[in-house]
C-alpha cells in the first residue's frame, strides 16, 4: 500500500507549491544567488531519435571527425504539443549575505517584471549534498521520519564535512567572479612549478596576488569567507527519496537522500521570510538538471555537472538515478583527466548518452567535448534546454534546441558589472538546467503526466517539523485563554437560561424595596435628630468641664498669689544688710510665669556678691532660684559711687507643686521669724 500511494502523495505536495502559469526558484551555488522567474509556454514540439555513437581510436590530443558525424541525430516526423519551462526574467546577486542578497535579487526582479512576485518559492542550494545510500530498510515499511532523519544523518555527517574541500580558494575566486576559468588554470599551473622549483609555502591566492589578477582586498575577504563556509558540528536536515528499478530481472532499492546543516537551512529560511517568501523546499543543486535530460527521452543516460568547486556525475536508467559521484576540484587539478576518470567510473553501466554541463558555456568547448568523448569511448553532448526542434509556440514563432542561455533576461541595476572582465550577467549553463529541471519536476505535466514522469528529487523541509501536540508549548500557552474563553460562553449561555427566574426574583424584591427603603427614611430622619441632640449634649458638656477646669485653675491661681507674694517681699527684706539697697522688684506683665525682675545697688561688690548668696539661699525655700545675676558698678539714687546688682527670681518646679511648696515654705519661715534672733 505504501508502494501504491508514495507517487501519489509526492505528486500531491509538489502540486501544493507548483503553478502551471509561473514558479519563483531561488539558486545558491555558495557564491551567487539568482532568482528566477519560470513561466510554461505551449508549443510544438518533433521528436528526434538519437542514434548511439561509433567511435575509432585516434591519437591523444586529436578528434575525429567520423565520430562527430556518427553521433548526429535522426529526425523523425512525428510532433508533439505540450508546454515547456521558459525562464522569463533572472534577477543575480553577488552578496555574501543571504538577507541582502535575497532583498537585492527581489527589487531587481520585481523593477524588471513590473508586478508583484509569487510567494511561494522553491530553493536550489549546493550546501545541500545529495547522496545515493544503500540503507537497511524495507521500502514496504518505511520508517518514522524522525528516525529517518536521524539514520540519514549519521551517513550523511561525513559527506557534507567532507565538502570543506570544495570550497577551495581558487574555486571561492572563481566563484565571487574575481579570476575566470582560464586565469585560474594559468594561477595552478605557476602554483605547481613554484612548487617544483622548491618553494614548498606557495600558496594559491599569493600567486594570484604575484600574477595581478586580485588584489590583497579580495584575497582577505575571500579567506574570510573560506571560513563561514566551513562545515560545523551541528544538526543535519535531510530529505530522501525511494529510487527502486530493476535490473537483470532483479528489483534494487536505494534511497536518494540529501542533507544540510540545520544552522544554514534556519539562516537561509530566515531571510526568505524577513523578505516575504514562503519556502516551500530545500534542493540540492546536483541531480536538479536530470529532469532537462529525461526530457530527451532516452532512457539510459549519465549526467556530469562541472561547478567552480566540485564534479557532480550520475548515471539514470527509467527515471530513477542509479550511480552518484562528486568529486571536489583542487586547485592544482587538471580538469580533462579529472572529468575523463570520473566520466569512466560513472559509465561502467550501460549508458546511450553523456550530457555534460558547466558554469561556462559549453558551446564554446566543442572541440573540449569532442577529444573528451574520444578518449572515454562515450557519446559526450552539451545539454539543452529541449530535446527537439521546436515547430510552433504561443509567440508564433520557430525556434531550434539551442542553449538555454540565449534564451533569458537577467534582471541586473545599471551599475553592475562583472569583475571577471564583462558586464553582461548571463545566468549559467549549469544554474539554467538546475532551474528548468525544477521547474519540469513541479510542472503539471511532470506531476500528472504518465508518459513523462518525473525524476524525483530529495525534498529537505525548509524548517523544523513542529513537535507533537503534548510536546508544543504553544498548545499550552493558546489552549489555556481559548479554554477560559469557550467557559465564558457556556457561562453566558448559562446566565440567559436564568434570565427569566430572575426578573421575577427580582421584581419581588423590588417590591419589599421600595417598602424598606420607606421605612428606612422615617428611620434615618428620627436618627438624625437624635445624633444632632445628641452633640450638642456633648459640646455643653465639654463646655462646662472646660469652665470648671479653669475656674479650679483661677482659683489655685489666686491663692497662691496671695500668699507668695508677701512671703517673697519679706524673704527679700531679709536678705538685705547694711550696705544693700533695693530699688526696684517688678513683675512683666507678659509671659512672666511668676518671674520677678529685682534691681538693687551696693556699696561694694563682695557685699553685691553677698547678697546674691543670701537671697539665692532663702528664695530656695519658696522654690524659687536667681538667675542672670548681674553685677556692674555705678551710682545708687543718692549720687554715691557703687555696684549696681540685676536678677531674675523663677520657680523652680510646675505651678501645682509650687503652690504647695509656697505654703510650706511661707510656714516655714513665719516659725522663723517668730523665733528670737
Known sequence: MNTVLAPLKSRWNALRYASSDEQLIAVHNGYCLWLALVKFKKVTFKKVTFKKATFKKVASGKTDNEN???????????????????IELCAQSNDTDPAYALKEAKERLAESAGKKLPKSVVFISSFAVPALLDLPLDPEKPRKPAQMESMLGYELETLIADT???????????GRHLITEQQRTNIANELELRRSQGNSLARFGEVAIDLGFISKEDLHESLNYQERLAHSKTHIACGWQLHSYEREDETYHQWLTAGIEAKIRKTWYNAFVHNGFKVSNIVPLATCASNVAHTHGIDKFAIVETSMDYIAAYSCINNKITNLQIQARPANSNLDQQLESIITE??????????????????????????????????IRVLNSVHSDILTSETGTSDTGTSVISTTKTATSKTDTSKSGGSHLDIPHAIHCAILGLAIKNHKFGIFGLENEHISLPLIPPKEPAPPVWKNIDVYRLGIPAALFFALIIHGVYSVWLQDDLKQELAALDEEYRQKLALNRQLSSINGE?????????????????????????????????????????TVALS?????????????????????????????????TEFIERLQQAVARLNYRVVDPDIQSGIGRFGLNGYTINLWLVPNVSTAKTDKSVVSALSTISINERSPQ
Not at 557 to 562: C, E
Open 164 to 174: 570543506n574541500e570544495y570550497f577551495t580558494i581558487g574555486a571561492i575566486l572563481h
Open 346 to 379: 560513472i559509465t561502467r553501466e550501460e549508458c546511450d548518452i553523456v550530457w555534460y554541463t558547466s558554469y561556462q558555456d559549453p558551446s564554446a568547448k566543442t572541440t573540449f567535448l569532442a577529444t573528451l568523448a574520444n578518449k572515454v569511448q562515450r557519446d
Open 530 to 570: 437624635f445624633k444632632k441632640k445628641e452633640q450638642e449634649l456633648e459640646t455643653l458638656e465639654k463646655e462646662f468641664k472646660s469652665q470648671s477646669e479653669q475656674l479650679d485653675r483661677l482659683s489655685n491661681r489666686v491663692m497662691s498669689r496671695t500668699r507668695l507674694v508677701p512671703r517673697l517681699l519679706k
Open 68 to 86: 562527430t558525424k556518427n553521433s548526429d541525430s535522426e529526425k523523425t516526423d512525428s510532433e508533439l504539443n505540450t508546454e515547456y519551462p521558459v
Open 576 to 608: 538685705v544688710s547694711n550696705n544693700v539697697m533695693i530699688d526696684k522688684l517688678q513683675e512683666p506683665r507678659r509671659n512672666s510665669r511668676d518671674r520677678f525682675n529685682l534691681t538693687a545697688w551696693a556699696t561694694d561688690n563682695p557685699s553685691a
